[in-house]
C-alpha cells in the first residue's frame, strides 16, 4: 500500500543523500551475491541501472529485453548509450515470447497481466536460473504504486504492494530504489548522477512499452504501426516543454477517402500533457498549424491511417496513456 511507503516531496529531496541511501541499501541487500537489472531507456529504468551500477559494479547484470513493443531503434539506441557511461547492456530477444502471451487478448488489463507475466515470470525467470541471481532491480516509482493501489490502473511492475511474493512467484527478490519518488523527483536524481539530458529529460514511456498504445490486440503488425505514428510524434514535438506526448492506435476502423474512393482505414489518436507528477495534465494546446502536419505526415507515411485525432480532456477524467 502507499500507505507504508513514504514520499520524497520534490521540495524535500536531497539527491546527494538519496543516492548515497540508496547505493547503500542496495549494496546491503544483495552483499556478495548477483542482480539483475531490467533496463529499458526510460527515465526510470535509466537512474536505477545507473544506482545499481554504482553499487554493484560486476555483481550487476543489465539486460534489455528486446520485447518487439519498443520505440524505433530503441533497443540500439539504449545499449550504445550506456557503454558511453561504463555500462555493458546485454540485449535479448523475446519477441516471439510476448506476442505468443498477447495473443487474442484486448483487455487491458489482461494484456498488462500477460506482459507482467511473461517479463517477470518467463523471460526474467529464466535469466535468474541462468546467472542464478537473488534481485531484480526495477524502476518502480510512487505514482505507479498510488494508480495501482486506487485501482486507476495496473502498472506491470506492481508486485509486492498487491501482495505478491516475487520470491515465491519468480525465484528472486525486488528492489526498488525510487519507489519513494515521482517522476520529477526521478528526473533531479538522474540528473545528478551525470545521466545526459537526452535520458534523464525523456517523457515518460509507460512498462507495457507500445501495446499500452494499442487499443485491442496487440500484434506485430499493428504496433509496427503506432511504432512509425510514435516517431513522427517524436520528431514532430521533442521541442516543445510538454511533459509527454503520444500515438495511440484505434480498434475500429474509419471510412477515409483516397484518389477519390473509400478507404476504409485506420484511425490514430494524439495525445500531449503538460503536467508535473501525472497525477493530474492538461492538454498541451499544441498549434493547429503543428497538429495539421503530424495528421498530414501520419497519414502520408503510416500504411492505412484515413484519420488522426487530438485528445483535449484533462486527467481526470482522462487519463495519461489510454490502456
Not at 535469466?127 to 542464478?132: G, L, Q
Not at 495496473?154 to 519468480?170: C, P, S, V, W, Y
Amino acid at each position: 500500500m502507499t500507505s507504508e511507503i513514504k514520499e520524497i516531496k520534490l521540495k524535500d529531496l536531497d539527491t546527494k543523500a538519496f543516492i548515497e541511501r540508496q547505493v547503500k541499501g542496495i549494496r546491503a541487500k544483495v552483499g556478495k551475491g548477483v542482480a539483475i537489472n531490467a533496463l529499458s531507456g526510460g527515465v526510470d529504468s535509466s537512474v536505477v541501472t545507473m544506482l545499481g551500477h554504482r553499487a554493484l559494479g560486476k555483481q550487476l547484470r543489465t539486460v534489455f529485453i528486446e520485447n518487439g513493443i519498443m520505440r524505433e531503434g530503441e533497443p540500439q539506441r539504449v545499449v550504445k548509450a550506456f557503454k558511453r557511461l561504463g555500462v555493458e547492456v546485454e540485449l535479448i530477444d523475446a519477441k516471439r515470447e510476448f506476442f505468443s502471451a498477447l495473443k487474442g487478448l484486448t483487455d487491458p488489463e489482461e494484456k498488462r497481466e500477460a506482459i507482467t507475466q511473461t517479463f517477470y515470470k518467463d523471460v526474467f525467470g529464466r535469466i535468474v536460473r541462468e546467472s542464478k541471481a537473488k534481485y531484480l532491480l526495477q524502476g518502480t516509482n510512487f505514482t505507479d504504486v498510488e494508480e495501482t493501489v486506487a485501482g486507476i490502473k495496473r502498472q506491470h511492475n506492481i508486485l509486492a504492494q498487491l501482495g505478491i511474493d516475487t520470491k515465491k512467484e519468480f525465484g528472486y527478490l525486488v528492489i526498488e530504489p525510487i519507489i519513494e519518488l515521482r517522476k520529477t523527483g526521478v528526473r533531479k536524481v538522474g540528473k545528478a548522477l551525470g545521466l545526459l539530458a537526452e535520458i534523464y529529460d525523456r517523457p515518460p514511456f509507460p512498462g507495457p512499452a507500445l501495446a499500452a498504445r494499442v487499443i485491442g490486440e496487440v500484434t506485430p503488425q499493428r504496433v509496427a504501426i503506432v511504432r512509425k505514428a510514435t516517431a513522427i510524434v517524436d520528431e514532430e514535438l521533442k521541442g516543445t516543454k510538454a511533459f509527454q506526448w503520444l500515438a495511440i492506435l484505434h480498434e475500429d476502423k474509419v471510412t477515409g477517402l483516397r484518389g477519390n474512393k473509400r478507404d476504409f482505414g485506420l484511425q490514430v489518436e494524439l495525445r500531449c500533457w503538460n503536467s508535473t507528477d501525472a497525477v493530474t495534465a492538461t492538454p498541451t494546446r499544441i498549434s493547429f498549424e503543428k497538429l495539421t502536419k503530424m495528421a498530414d505526415r501520419i497519414t502520408d507515411e503510416v500504411p492505412g491511417v484515413v484519420s488522426v485525432t487530438y485528445n483535449v480532456t484533462k486527467k481526470p477524467p482522462s487519463t495519461i496513456e489510454a490502456v
